[in-house]
């Protein structure tokens, strides 16, 4: 097979290059598996606990939505229910990442041509690329499966779990490397790798959410929750996952012997010989280069917004069946504040996917700059404040039309759904609006490091990662106090109709000032 | 005669590396001014220091009279750069990215910019991924050429042209000239910079080296002389400025500093010539001797 010849040497070239950014995706992964799992453990310890948490669940469709069934009372079986989400969303971002990263972005900054040049075969760079993301899923599908049974698991449960969660990390690997067949660019390889990945979570949401529960097996997603592990055992899971990865890498792997270096089977068609007199300035200019994935995006929030509107409502089934639940409920104010809870949890991770956009928005300007496009724009008479803040609007507004598409959306849905459009949408709407500052300080803490610290932009991922993990485990896991008022998204009032200025005054200042300084750095710094 | 551009004593660290060690570069308003050195020797440093990309570390750099750090923006409306390495945008047709960067200097004529099209045969309508270093050049060039400005930094654009467009480029460059605008041009293309630079200056490890018109720099190098005499000649190492010698009974062949020449003729006079050659430096040699690490 004289076209995988070099693949050896380009693994090892991979592994050089990953060696920091791969182990701790791993290690990243396997922990905040094991640390839920230990966590959700002791938040059930009882046979009793377990049924009951069964029953709310189950007989909830907003929470069964989100997190799918549980779908067996023994305690691993309630762990892989709560962490299959979380787990499935790591392994599938490590695996496009990695695997775009190896192949298509190598291959359009030019680098590819360089190795392809020497002693490698035309299909090495994929091959080596897939080598490199199912070894990291391996790894951490061990990982895990030996921190489960450390835990006291069944050791056939823990190991399924574990290879579940690879097998579909190294599915999503393949989804990436036939994605880098279709598209020229990077971006757009991940684009369609985590529309893919989108396209797999709404199935099986709708699926489990509501009466056509096929649906869910349209899902890879869907289909590593029906591993059921420590219940059923379905090892056949792993095996239809990774039947799945090998026709896509088949189906890869012949379309890299039908197009020409740097192509994509899609052709890009020809452009206007002359600008648009519109194109006249820097905003104009990022407009253009900011449109589509503002349009996409924005797609994006609506489609999520309607869908979560629409289940909203359901989230009262609760009340109904659980005479506990609803003495509760009852103290807080009732059914209506029970959406309000539901809307406002939902909303808070809408505004962290908000804060994805905000952040890669903001840094397409470091993008510019290291791809060397931005050196002519700052050599006409283009001043760098001027230039920053082109793309920094983008950011900005781009962030505040997200939260008002998902706001509108959701809150036309959930109006439908209880037949009170007019009185319901201002509430969603504010609801929505309320995130906006603590998106924005995310966008402040991309700034303010292109401006300063430049090498140092993937800092503002760490942090929106951080902030993910404390919002969304924090209070599980018992966090303490000072360490969640870390994330912005801590200080964002919790409940419709009782919003306090104060802390969004706070975060608006933060925001600001964080742009600021990096605006300031900006233009204190050299560009390259 | 104003300066267009004058640098003196200009610094500019990375971390521990010294790409700027006390550069000196003087350009006159309308000449075409030669940027010559080896890869690594500080031009683009240089060129991205003069337009207020980089912040020098120490000495002093005026861009048109002005300040290229403090008034980049306003300095940056009177000229046209074309970076050695272009890049555009993936989703822009070239013809786009034309006309964008002419609005951004202030404007450019869409009938020059028709011309130079024609002439550099490229495609505007092709997106920005699908051209060739070459062609990516041509439409930085394009657009630098078709603004209206009074100077333009060109940074080695010709790399990756073909012969044809090479000359085209000269024709070009020599139209700007007679246009009275500065130019200054950073180049490896040795005929290029002979065919088209008033003045030269050769820099490298971040310093200048040589600078002047072509006449004054090959003044500064050695003519080789070639000569069979009459008597075995004698005394010939010790003359001033005489390199090389190699001496076989009559013949004789050895270089001479241009300055010395007279002094070296004469001596060999007296010995009776019977055949003499003697080359001029070509600009070869010229700049081999600065490029190439000279031993201490």
Same mark, same amino acid.
């Given at each position: 097979m004289t076209t995988l010849v070099g693949t050896g040497s380009l693994i090892r070239l991979a592994l050089r290059l990953d060696r920091v950014r791969l182990p701790i995706w791993i290690l990243v992964t396997a922990g905040l598996v094991l640390a839920t799992a230990s966590s959700v453990a002791e938040l059930y310890p009882t046979e009793a606990s377990r049924r009951q948490i069964a029953a709310t669940i189950g007989s909830n469709p907003a929470m069964t939505a989100i997190y799918g069934q549980v779908y067996d009372t023994s305690p691993g079986a309630v762990v892989m229910w709560r962490l299959a989400i979380t787990g499935a969303l790591l392994v599938t971002l490590m695996s496009i990442m990695t695997v775009n990263r190896h192949t298509r972005q190598d291959e359009e900054a030019g680098r590819l041509e360089l190795i392809g040049? #020497? /002693? /490698?075969?035309?299909h090495a760079p994929m091959a080596a690329a897939l080598i490199v993301a199912t070894g990291a899923n391996i790894l951490a599908a061990l990982l895990i499966a030996a921190g489960l049974t450390g835990q006291g698991m069944p050791v056939d449960g823990s190991f399924l779990a574990g290879l579940s969660f690879g097998a579909l990390g190294i599915t999503f690997a393949a989804v990436a490397a036939a994605a880098a067949q279709l598209a020229e660019n990077a971006r757009t390889v991940t684009g369609i790798s985590v529309l893919v990945l989108a396209v797999a979570f709404v199935l099986r949401l709708i699926g489990d959410a509501g009466s056509a529960t096929w649906v869910s097996w349209l899902s890879p997603i869907g289909w590593l929750q029906k591993a059921h592990p420590y219940a059923e055992n379905r090892w056949w899971i792993v095996v239809l996952l990774l039947a799945v990865a090998i026709v896509l890498i088949g189906a890869a792997y012949a379309l890299v012997s039908r197009r020409d270096h740097g192509a994509g089977l899609v052709r890009p068609r020809p452009g206007p010989a002359d600008a648009a007199a519109s194109l006249n300035g820097p905003f104009a200019l990022a407009w253009r280069l900011h449109r589509w994935s503002m349009i996409g995006w924005m797609i994006g929030f609506l489609v999520l917004g309607v869908m979560f509107g629409s289940i909203a409502n359901s989230a009262t089934d609760l009340v109904k069946d659980n005479p506990q639940v609803a003495r509760i409920v009852e103290q807080m104010g009732g059914k209506s504040a029970l959406i309000d809870a539901f809307m406002t949890a939902i909303l808070g991770i809408i505004a962290l996917v908000a804060s994805v956009y905000a952040v890669q928005a903001t840094l397409r300007l470091r993008a510019e700059e290291t791809s060397v496009r931005a050196e002519p724009v700052l050599a006409t008479g283009v001043s760098r404040l001027g230039w920053a803040l082109s793309h920094l609007v983008f950011a900005a507004v781009g962030a505040a039309v997200m939260l008002v598409a998902a706001g509108l959306a959701m809150g036309v849905a959930y109006g439908i759904s209880v037949g009170d459009v007019s009185g319901q949408l201002g509430n969603v709407l504010e609801a929505a609006l309320v995130q906006l500052p603590a998106t924005l300080v995310v966008a402040g803490i991309a700034m303010a490091l292109f401006g300063l610290a430049p090498r140092y932009v993937i800092g503002s991922w760490a942090a929106l990662t951080v902030f993910w993990l404390l919002g969304q485990l924090g209070p599980m896991l018992q966090v303490p106090q000072w360490l969640m008022n870390v994330?912005?998204? #801590?200080? /964002?009032?919790?409940?419709l109709g009782d919003i306090s200025a104060t802390p969004l005054i706070w975060l608006s200042v933060v925001a600001v000032v964080l742009m600021a300084v990096g605006l300031a750095g900006f233009r204190r710094r050299d560009i390259g | 005669m104003t300066h267009a551009i004058s640098v003196s004593g200009l610094v500019k660290n990375f971390g521990r590396t010294r790409a700027l060690d006390g550069l000196d570069l003087t350009v006159s308003e309308g000449e075409v001014h030669g940027f010559l050195g080896p890869n690594g020797a500080g031009k683009s440093t240089t060129i991205r220091v003069l337009l207020g990309l980089l912040r020098a570390d120490a000495g002093t750099a005026r861009l048109l009279g002005g300040d290229p750090w403090g008034q980049a923006a306003e300095l940056h409306r009177r000229l046209a750069y074309v970076p050695g390495d272009v890049t555009l945008w993936p989703n822009l047709s070239g013809g786009e990215v034309i006309d964008l960067l002419g609005r951004l200097r202030g404007g450019l004529d869409p009938k020059r910019k028709a011309v130079l099209l024609e002439r550099f045969e490229l495609d505007p309508t092709k997106k920005g991924r699908t051209y060739s270093k070459g062609n990516r050049q041509k439409v930085a060039l394009v657009a630098a050429l078709s603004s209206d400005v009074e100077l333009l930094v060109l940074d080695e654009p010709t790399s990756g042209f073909d012969p044809l467009m090479e000359a085209m480029f000269r024709e070009c460059i020599e139209e700007e000239k007679e246009r009275d605008r500065t130019v200054l041009l950073s180049s490896h293309i040795l005929s290029e910079v002979e065919a088209l630079c008033d003045r030269v200056s050769i820099i490298r490890n971040g310093r200048t080296v040589e600078t002047g018109s072509l006449a004054q720099l090959r003044h500064l190098t050695r003519t080789s002389i070639q000569a069979e005499l009459a008597v075995e000649p004698t005394g010939l190492a010790g003359l001033p400025g005489v390199h090389d010698l190699q001496a076989r009974d009559h013949h004789v062949k050895f270089e001479v500093d241009t300055a010395e020449l007279d002094g070296a003729l004469r001596h060999l006079t007296t010995f009776g010539i019977r055949s003499l050659t003697s080359q001029p430096p070509t600009l070869e040699e010229l700049f081999l001797r600065h490029y190439e690490d000279e031993p201490k």
């Open positions: 040049a #020497t /002693v /490698v075969g035309r994330s912005p998204f #801590t200080h /964002v009032p919790k409940l | -």
